[in-house]
């Protein structure tokens, strides 16, 4: 059965999680936020020069300009679209692809079809394409996206698991067998949008201190799909680990109100990318520690 591959750099390199980050994350930062500011050469080489090897919608040829990676994003609601997706992407210049599929209301054999069209199209147009696990999509729940994975094993998944988190309220009730049933997901994922949540929220702020008790839930979810990938990756693999902190606009970025009135994101999400970076780093250390002791 034909699978979706892992992202690979041409190289014997060891297998490693490579960072980058999401367009929206840097490109619509307020203007009191620390985060790059200037022209796109600027800001695309401020973004390397921060440590991230990579921006996913970013432009093809600035980036290979300036030094760093790209990735793509896309949508597919119908089987018929996924060929005309991946030829695009590919075309386009993009190393992989994350795919919002679907609008959640389809049955369980319109799931599996499109999920078989989406490995079709990345086998023949030699595109990885990771299906999102998102709100209003054939993802958006937890059993539906592990029956999926069982009934198309080489679907692969772009793990952005405050969806979940939020969405589906995981800290109501046992959440260390909810990791346990989606195990299936975790060792398929390939891609990682990394956002924290709150069972309330499905992004909030982090810093200063590291304290909220959700970080301990994504960071086991992030280790999980580490190892997930370390399991099967040959040298010169890859995952990707890209923060994907979004505007408030776009009810992601939760906002305050501060002493004269004026409504401001409750952090600098820009910082908090960066304070991603460290704990990603720390998830991919505990999986090859986890890996070794097995």
Not at 166 to 172: H, K, N, W
Not at 246 to 265: M, P
Request: glycine residues 8%; hydrophobic residues 40%.
């Amino acid at each position: 059965m034909p699978e979706v591959r892992n992202t690979h750099d041409k190289t014997n390199h060891p297998p490693y999680v490579r960072f980058d980050i999401a367009a929206g994350n840097v490109f619509d930062l307020p203007e009191y936020s620390s985060g790059p500011k200037g022209d796109s050469e600027a800001v695309y080489t401020a973004i390397r020069e921060a440590g991230f090897q990579g921006i996913q919608d970013g432009d093809p040829a600035l980036c290979a300009r300036v030094g760093l990676h790209v990735t793509g994003a896309g949508r597919v609601d119908h089987p018929q679209e996924a060929a005309t997706v991946a030829e695009r992407l590919k075309t386009e210049g993009y190393e992989l692809a994350t795919l919002h599929v679907g609008r959640g209301m389809e049955s369980e054999q319109e799931c599996i079809r499109l999920a078989e069209a989406i490995v079709e199209a990345s086998v023949r147009f030699d595109i990885p394409l990771y299906i999102e696990t998102h709100r209003a999509t054939i993802t958006q729940d937890l059993w539906r996206t592990v029956q999926l994975a069982r009934a198309v094993p080489g679907v692969r998944f772009n793990g952005d698991f405050s969806h979940w988190y939020t969405g589906l309220e995981m800290v109501y009730g046992d959440i260390e067998a909810k990791f346990a049933f989606l195990e299936p997901v975790f060792e398929r994922t390939r891609f990682i949008h990394g956002r924290i949540g709150s069972p309330g929220s499905i992004q909030v702020g982090i810093l200063p201190d590291l304290t909220l008790p959700a970080i301990a839930h994504f960071q086991e979810m992030w280790t999980r799909s580490f190892v997930g990938f370390l399991r099967t990756a040959q040298p010169g693999d890859f995952i990707s680990f890209t923060p994907e902190l979004l505007r408030s606009d776009i009810y992601y970025a939760r906002t305050i109100r501060t002493a004269d009135g004026a409504l401001v994101e409750e952090s600098d999400r820009w910082q908090e990318a960066l304070a991603y970076l460290k704990l990603a780093r720390g998830c991919f250390e505990e999986a090859q520690k986890r890996l070794e002791q097995a």
